[in-house]
């Protein structure tokens, strides 16, 4: 079974630091895009940042210059490096994941996401 997991969220204090993980498991044969969403009460879910094949990378105008995507391909694994945080940055944050991978059905391209861990940012 493929499936994102995520690790990392937490309360912090505005202007700090967090580090979100997402791993993705399962018989994987090709990874072409990883990315964060967010999604805040009564709001619709975002893109926060993306990486595609080429370290292609895209990032929400709210985070940048503070957020940082990185992908190490070997661990399958996706990281978001949020710095100098505050409260509007407050949500429940979505890994993504655009794989090829091996399914009960065969070889599949698959659109995932994980569960979701919540970030508060908060004095």
């Known amino acids: 079974q493929v499936q994102l997991v995520e690790s990392g969220g937490g309360l912090v204090q505005p202007g700090g630091s967090l580090t979100l993980s997402c791993v993705a498991s399962?018989?994987?044969?090709?990874?072409?895009?990883m990315g964060w969403y967010r999604q805040a009460p009564g709001k619709e879910r975002e893109l926060v940042a993306s990486?595609?094949?080429?370290?292609?990378?895209n990032y929400a105008d709210s985070v940048k210059g503070r957020f940082t995507i990185s992908i190490d391909n070997v661990k399958r694994t996706v990281y978001l490096q949020m710095n100098s945080l505050k409260p509007e940055d407050t949500a429940v944050y979505y890994c993504?994941?655009?794989?090829?991978?091996?399914?009960?059905?065969?070889?599949?391209?698959?659109?995932?996401w994980g569960q979701g861990t919540l970030v508060s940012v908060s004095s």
């Open positions: 990486m595609s094949t080429g370290d292609r990378t």
């Open positions: 399962g018989i994987i044969s090709r990874l072409n895009a």
């Open positions: 993504n994941a655009d794989l090829l991978a091996s399914t009960s059905l065969g070889t599949r391209f698959l659109d995932l």
